[in-house]
């Protein structure tokens, strides 16, 4: 696996910075069109500081999936400590931005083998949290886990998420609206109306 290279100040601005662009690039014209030459223009330093503080561009890609995983595990870790957190993992899963950039590498992961194993190192984790919390909260609201098992249901909500998006981004949307409905009651009858964040307590877990 391609490991990036680590400068003394891994958290510096120009690295930040970097990352940034990348990120941004991504986004808008798909990771194709991230180039060690296009982002050192981008962020107004010398190309050569890519390599420098990345290695390669595997290196760059790795830390930058890398860095969203974890600022995405954190909104999962408390999402799931929410009072409604078959509300919160929903709205989590149905995020735009989340899942337009996870879409990104995973097309990436299709030409570099080392985001292929992060993402399947991450998808591990994000799993075994997601069934591990979801399992004893479909359980207290007395879901037969035998005929709707847990981890069925996650999938579903992921797999229909990122399905409903790669759709819109052709401009296609038929259904949509009544796949969303059909799911938000399900939520809907299990936690009530989805409150907003603002009026929810995390509850933190006792140790």
Avoid: C
Wanted: glycine share 6%; hydrophobic share 45%.
């Amino acid at each position: 696996m391609a490991r990036a290279r680590r400068s003394p100040v891994d958290n510096s601005a120009t690295r930040t910075a970097l990352l940034d662009a990348a990120e941004a690039i991504m986004l808008d014209e798909g990771y194709a069109a991230v180039s060690i030459r296009r982002l050192g223009a981008k962020v107004g330093v010398n190309s050569a500081l890519v390599s420098y503080y990345f290695g390669s561009m595997d290196g760059l890609f790795v830390e930058l999936f890398r860095r969203g995983a974890e600022r995405s595990l954190h909104k999962l870790t408390e999402a799931l400590r929410s009072p409604q957190p078959l509300w919160a993992l929903w709205d989590l899963t149905h995020d735009y931005s989340g899942n337009a950039l996870t879409m990104e590498f995973l097309a990436l992961s299709n030409h570099r083998k080392a985001i292929r194993s992060e993402i399947a190192a991450y998808s591990t984790k994000f799993r075994t949290l997601q069934l591990e919390t979801l399992s004893d909260v479909l359980r207290r609201h007395g879901v037969d886990l035998d005929r709707w098992p847990a981890v069925s249901l996650i999938l579903a909500m992921a797999g229909i998420s990122r399905y409903l998006h790669m759709e819109e981004a052709f401009g296609v949307d038929i259904g949509h609206r009544e796949t969303i409905a059909v799911i938000e009651r399900e939520i809907r009858t299990l936690e009530g109306e989805r409150r907003p964040a603002g009026e929810q307590t995390v509850v933190h877990p006792t140790p």
